[in-house]
Structure formats: structure tokens, C-alpha cells
């Protein structure tokens, strides 16, 4: 789950199962339940897959999952204007595991390092700025962390094939957009 509107359509998928969700958070969920059956585990994993989403029981599948949302969350929905953070420190402390595990993990499953799914998420948010049009590319460097904006500007040109200058002015912003949970 990588939106509110995510946690919003698993909450209700799970009520609709008769479950009582206690906590939802993108990428888990804690319910009242101690114990769910395996038919009323099917049930929930088909109306799961309906709605795009699948439950994960898998320990490495959860971890990448908890990689996934904290680089999203850091990224999309962290209002901190200091983001020059050593991403490794902040993975490591947060999950409870060294760095070279998550990153040889997330690249042996995703097929792409860790830091490339970072500089992609990025890519996206500075797409998202742009499309909005309320900072400048300078503002965006810095909200983003990055050194300087020939740094943002050349990371952009290499995910993108265009420059943000470039995109912003071609207006096709929106089409370039990608879904949070499709970036990979």
C-alpha cells in the first residue's frame, strides 16, 4: 500500500470480510483477529487481488514492502526541509537490519537497486512539483536534497530523457506521471 486512498480500500475490503482492522499503516495491518482460517484467508486474498493489492506472509516480501513504503513516505509525504539524510543510516535504523542485507535484498527481488528505486521516486516527486508549478527548481533541489540543481537536472535527463526545464515546458507532465506503486 503505497496511498491513504490504499489504506482506505483495504480497510474496507477487510470489514467487508468481517475482519476489524485495529491498525492499518501502508504495508500492514494488525486486526483484532488472533487467528483467520484458511477459507476465510482465500476469501480475503480474492478480494484482495481484486482491488489490485495482495497479502504478504513472507518475511523478505514484507521486508521490501517496509523499504518500499519508507523511501515513498520520506520522499512524498514528509514535510522536512533538511532531506540531506544518509539513506542507509536511516533504512538500517528504522528496520532493524544492516543496510547491504536490505540493499542485496530489495535488488535480488525488485531487479533494480535500491538506490535506483530512490532516484526513481525522487524523479516522480520532482515531476509532481513541477506539475504543480509553486516552487522553483532551485526550491525543488534543496526540498529534495540534492547537492545542487545541475545535480537534479542531470539525474531527471537521465530517468527521463528530458530536463526539467524541458518537461515543464513540453506541459505533458501529467502523462509522464507514474503511479506510486508502478515506479520500479
Not at 13 to 22: D, K, M, S, V, Y
Not at 59 to 64: D, E, N, T, V, Y
Not at 117 to 122: G, T, V, Y
Request: aromatic share 8%; charged share 30%.
Amino acid at each position: 500500500m503505497v496511498c491513504n486512498r490504499c489504506i482506505t480500500v483495504v480497510r474496507q475490503e477487510l470489514e467487508r470480510q468481517g475482519l476489524h482492522p485495529l491498525r492499518i499503516t501502508l504495508g500492514e495491518v494488525t486486526l483484532a483477529e488472533d487467528h483467520l482460517g484458511d477459507e476465510l484467508l482465500k476469501k480475503l486474498d480474492a478480494s484482495l487481488v481484486e482491488s489490485g493489492f495482495e497479502r504478504m506472509d513472507d518475511r523478505k516480501a514484507q521486508l521490501i514492502e517496509a523499504i518500499k513504503n519508507k523511501v515513498i513516505q520520506l520522499i512524498h509525504y514528509t514535510e522536512n526541509p533538511d532531506r540531506k539524510f544518509n539513506w542507509s543510516t536511516v533504512l538500517s535504523e528504522e528496520l532493524k537490519y544492516e543496510y547491504n542485507y536490505l540493499s542485496n535484498l530489495f535488488s535480488s527481488v525488485e531487479g533494480i537497486t535500491l538506490e535506483q528505486f530512490i532516484i526513481r521516486q525522487k524523479i516522480e516527486r520532482v515531476k509532481e512539483l513541477l506539475f504543480y508549478d509553486e516552487l522553483s527548481l532551485s526550491e525543488i533541489s534543496n526540498k529534495l536534497g540534492y547537492s545542487s540543481v545541475a545535480h537534479l537536472s542531470a539525474q531527471f535527463k537521465k530517468v527521463t530523457g528530458l530536463t526539467p526545464s524541458e518537461l515543464k515546458k513540453s506541459r505533458d507532465i501529467d502523462k509522464n506521471r507514474k503511479p506510486l506503486d508502478n515506479i520500479s
